[in-house]
T-cell receptor
């Protein structure tokens, strides 16, 4: 089976812009979760989608949003970008919401 | 309040010896624990997991031990190999928050030849 894929792999934006990141889960996986990793930090949970519904949400401001499509692909959107949003954004999929399998991540740089 | 803690930011061991990575948690609702390995510029790779109904799970060179009373788990790698050098993350989840894992900050393991 193909693994989790994320596009784009690298992105450079400026403050105030918005960005959309995409994630395609492993075939058959219905749960998709998003995490943010900043330098020196562990992974911080953003949100989880299951069957097109947001099932869990972390402690991030409303500028961070997401959605899931009927084919389980998910997108994450960040509006009004701030310098502190520069991070590696990781998507993970799971079959039964237990073991999560991660994609390679999207490295976002905000200038 | 950090619910999952990896108190050692780094660990260095000699090739062939045992590597022991430790993790502590505070949330008694956690019932599923995982270890991930991460190389730079890649996403974390699942290594091994353990359910709270067990106290040990073994997979090849990797063994995870869970001490529920102490809220502590550890990952043992025997024998350690240079290719094991990476950042190791401990993660925990509970069945009431499916799809959300809480991660520690990671331990950088260096295995010297």
């Amino acid at each position: 089976k193909a693994g989790v894929t994320q596009t784009p792999r690298y992105l450079i934006k400026t403050r105030g812009q918005q960005v959309t990141l995409s994630c395609s889960p492993i075939s058959g996986h219905r749960s998709v979760s998003w995490y943010q990793q900043t330098p020196g930090q562990g992974l911080q949970f953003l949100f989880e989608y299951f069957s097109e519904t947001q099932r869990n949400k972390g402690n991030f401001p409303g500028r961070f949003s997401g959605r899931q499509f009927s084919n389980s692909r998910s997108e994450m959107n960040v509006s009004t970008l701030e310098l502190g949003d520069s991070a590696l954004y990781l998507c993970a999929s799971s079959l039964l919401s237990d073991t999560q399998y991660f994609g390679p991540g999207t490295r976002l740089t905000v200038l | 309040d950090q619910q999952v803690k990896q108190n050692s930011p780094s660990l260095s061991v000699q090739e062939g010896r045992i590597s022991i990575l430790n993790c502590d948690y505070t949330n008694s609702m956690f019932d599923y624990f995982l270890w991930y390995k991460k190389y730079p510029a890649e996403g974390p790779t699942f290594l091994i997991s353990i359910s709270s109904i067990k106290d040990k799970n073994e997979d090849g060179r990797f063994t995870v031990f869970l001490n529920k009373s102490a809220k502590h788990l550890s990952l043992h790698i025997v024998p350690s190999q240079p290719g094991d050098s990476a950042v190791y993350f401990c993660a925990a989840s509970d069945n009431t928050n499916a799809g959300k894992s809480t991660f520690g900050d990671g331990t950088t393991l260096t295995v010297k030849p």
